[in-house]
């Protein structure tokens, strides 16, 4: 894939100002604000709403509120309550002085373990200009489960959903139901979203299948992981998207 909206700065700075906990994949700096600029290149609007369903640590959205501009809210559901304190910490860094409170946390981090990286991350911290401060929320609910999903994302009505799907033992699937993966989540995220809205998944593979008789918007090969852009609505035509919510 050929970066078309994501320059190849050094991000190594920010993962360090990030929170994050061992184990817990995340998808790179760089990748995260590609895929957003994509997927507003098939939307023609000035804000966008972010919503991710499997938010995690809430690193994804905390990227985006960081460095892309233009977003008015960011919404993050998981059906994991462990991680959520995190993404709240992650997502806290866009409040104001969010980042110069995690700047002393990185400097007593250095002071404790004379470590260097931290005072580093701590002046980067210092001097990050954040892109917005977007109003968010963070909630558990199940991405499979259409009515608990609904009512997670409420009133909003998000532009895009931008989602790192479970993979490997740290995050997979769950519940652990037969049919859950990524034909599954998309038919299901599809029918909460208003039809102009652009899905982004990311998968570890070749391929990422969606559900028969819907064609993405782009199909994309990152080093060993795979993504695709699809229209929310074409998402509701498919026959697994039958009983989609039509909020248009
Ligand atoms: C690859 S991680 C996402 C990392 C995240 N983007 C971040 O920034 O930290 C995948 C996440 O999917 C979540 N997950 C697994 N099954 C789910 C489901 N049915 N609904 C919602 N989230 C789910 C896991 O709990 C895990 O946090």
Known sequence: MQYRHAGPADRTALDAVLVSAPGRPTLPVR???????????????PGLTVWDPCC???VTLAVLGLLAPGITALVGTD???????????????????????????????????????YAEAARHARTLVPAGCPPWTVEVADALDRDRTRAAVGERRPDVVLADLPHGRQTSW?????????????????????????????????TLP?????????????????AVLLRAGDLHRSPSGAGAHSRA
Request: aromatic share 0%; proline share 8%.
């Open 210 to 226: 969606v559900p028969a008789g819907v064609r993405p918007l782009e199909r994309l090969r990152v080093g060993h992981r795979a």
């Open 56 to 58: 995690g640590a809430g």
């Open 79 to 117: 059906v994991d309550p462990g991680p959520l304190d995190l993404a709240r910490r992650n997502l806290g860094l866009l409040s104001p002085g969010g980042l110069a409170a995690r700047a002393d946390e990185l400097d007593a981090l250095s002071a404790r373990h004379g470590k260097p990286a």
């Open 31 to 45: 990748l995260t604000v590609e895929l957003l600029g994509r997927a507003r290149s098939h939307l023609d609007r």
């Open 174 to 206: 769950a519940p652990t139901t037969a049919g859950a993966g990524p034909e599954a989540f998309l038919s299901a995220v599809g029918s909460v979203l208003d039809p102009g809205a652009v899905v982004v998944a990311v998968d570890r593979g070749r």
